[in-house]
């Protein structure tokens, strides 16, 4: 049964499909907000002015929670919303959701009192921009954090008042996804709140060349397509970049980030 303590995650509800995860005793949901607004469990108004000012058509997500048997629905939103803390998985350039195979399962199975949140960040994946060129204020490491930030406000994954215990958001970053995690602003958590766990923020500061693709990706996805002067990027980007992305990654991955390269405007 749906507590009234959990009346504000009743969204988790309107998964696009739910079924057994990869990791054994694991299970997953997938989630579009545009399809939650529609489906009347993400307040429209709210819902289409978070899409809004990130300039996106849809965002995407996926949850991993541990489970050893599967769960009615009516049970759903207490076993997620009773969770101590949620583990907010953030992939780097050209990637999305599934760049982190076993680890969100991995992570809810080594502690079950966390939910894991896989997500299609600003502009990759699920998450589109609705302009092929978007502004750069709406594609670069701080405003994929304030995209970030409002996000987790909209599905309401933080202590809400008169709720008991403290909610703790553990933020995890892969490459420039790790790199977004610097801009969180501080002053917008309580203390204690959120934590950041950054991996290879600074994969590309080897030498002079990454680190002008470094800066690049600082300025923003998409700029190829606006500043003729950084077409040279373009000519190297695949075969030398993605290789120092992706060192030490399964097939798998490899695959799936130049799946992505190619599939992004």
Not at 67 to 94: C, K, M, S
Not at 183 to 202: D, S
Request: aromatic residues 12%.
């Amino acid at each position: 049964m749906l507590g009234q303590e959990y009346e504000h995650l009743q969204w988790i509800l309107g998964y696009k499909e739910r079924r057994e995860g990869e990791v054994p005793n694991t299970w997953v949901a997938d989630y579009s907000l545009v399809d939650l607004i529609e489906k009347g469990l993400i307040n429209p108004d709210d819902g289409n002015a978070f899409l809004e000012a990130a300039g996106l058509k849809d965002f995407f997500w996926q949850i991993t929670w541990p489970e050893d048997y599967e769960t009615p629905d009516e049970f759903l939103v207490n076993t997620i919303g009773q969770a101590r803390g949620y583990v907010i998985f953030v992939h780097g350039w050209t990637g999305n959701h599934l760049i982190w195979e076993d680890l969100p399962g991995m992570t809810v199975l080594s502690n079950r009192q966390l939910v894991a949140f896989s997500i299609d960040h600003n502009g990759f994946g699920e998450s589109r921009f609705i302009s092929t060129t978007p502004h750069i204020d709406e594609c670069n490491p701080p405003a994929a954090m304030e995209t970030l930030q409002r996000w987790v406000d909209l599905i309401k994954i933080r202590r809400q008042p008169g709720q008991i215990g403290q909610r703790v958001i553990h933020f995890v970053g892969h490459s420039m996804g790790g790199a977004t995690l610097f801009y969180l602003n501080p002053i917008l958590w309580n203390y204690g709140e959120v934590t950041r766990y950054a991996l290879a923020p600074a994969l590309l500061l080897e030498d002079e060349m990454h680190q002008m693709f470094y800066t690049t990706l600082g300025i923003g996805i998409g700029i190829l397509q606006r500043i003729p002067v950084l077409e040279i990027f373009e000519r190297f980007l695949k075969p030398s970049v993605l290789n120092t992305l992706l060192a030490g990654a399964s097939d798998y991955v490899k695959d799936l980030h130049s799946t992505q390269y190619n599939a992004t405007p």
